[in-house]
T-cell receptor, first 113, second 114 residues
Framework: GESVGLHLPTLSVQEGDNSIINCAYS??????FIWYKQESGKGPQFIID?????DKRQGQRVTVLLNKTVKHLSLQIAATQPGDSAVYFC????????????FGKGTTLSVSS | NAGVTQTPKFRILKIGQSMTLQCTQD?????MYWYRQDPGMGLKLIYY???????DKGEVPNGYNVSRSTTEDFPLRLELAAPSQTSVYFC?????????????FGPGTRLTVT
């Protein structure tokens, strides 16, 4: 079935670098996308979301980019810190008739000092 | 607010045993969800509820049951535990204004079936 996937299962960066985590989605009906952060032993935590009528949205140190032409979503983290180490999931709603979020497999971000 | 709370945190079951995973939220959210997360994988929806008295199946409902008698509580029942149900279970809720969006997650229950 259709699902959200991520390009890389792991990403390692140095503290202070900018991180880019990518996600490809296949459900063209999806019009809402979310990035979640999951630290070890905890539940997913909302980071930022974006609707399909936007191509960019910024938060505190994070930016989400949406390219509907190629069905691509990315999360950019500026000045990555050790506390950013976690698994990052993208999720989509599967369209307005969707009843639940569809999650990708996740990318593990490791930040070294 | 405590947010979404889940009990127990950990549990080991023998094959064929039954148990109920508890989930409570104190944010007056209409929508509640149960997900399972297998190692290295994303979350898969088991059941969800759009309000008290209303439940519906998600992607992987087999072997589970739910009920929603109050807005606050959404227990997940495993009747005959199987090794394939070894997983981490997350409960989530979202407000009426958000619908299925911006879900708030509990800390999870780690279940092992042997």
């Amino acid at each position: 079935g259709e699902s959200v996937g991520l390009h890389l299962p792991t990403l390692s960066v140095q503290e202070g670098d900018n991180s880019i985590i990518n996600c490809a989605y296949s459900n063209s009906a999806s019009d809402y996308f979310i990035w979640y952060k999951q630290e070890s032993g905890k539940g997913p935590q909302f980071i930022i979301d974006i609707r399909s009528n936007m191509d960019k949205r910024q938060g505190q140190r994070v930016t989400v980019l949406l390219n509907k032409t190629v069905k691509h979503l990315s999360l950019q983290i500026a000045a990555t810190q050790p506390g950013d180490s976690a698994v990052y999931f993208c999720a989509e709603n599967g369209g307005q008739a969707g009843t639940a979020l569809i999650f990708g497999k996740g990318t593990t971000l490791s930040v070294s000092s | 607010n405590a947010g979404v709370t889940q009990t127990p945190k950990f549990r080991i079951l023998k094959i064929g045993q039954s148990m109920t995973l508890q989930c409570t939220q104190d944010m007056n959210h209409n929508y509640m969800y149960w997900y399972r997360q297998d190692p290295g994988m994303g979350l898969k929806l088991i059941y969800y509820s759009v309000g008290a008295g209303i439940t519906d199946k998600g992607e992987v409902p087999n072997g589970y049951n739910v009920s929603r008698s109050t807005t606050e509580d959404f227990p997940l029942r495993l009747e005959l535990a199987a090794p394939s149900q070894t997983s981490v279970y997350f409960c989530a809720s979202s407000p009426p204004s958000g619908g299925i969006y911006e879900q708030y997650f509990g800390p999870g229950t780690r279940l092992t079936v042997t």
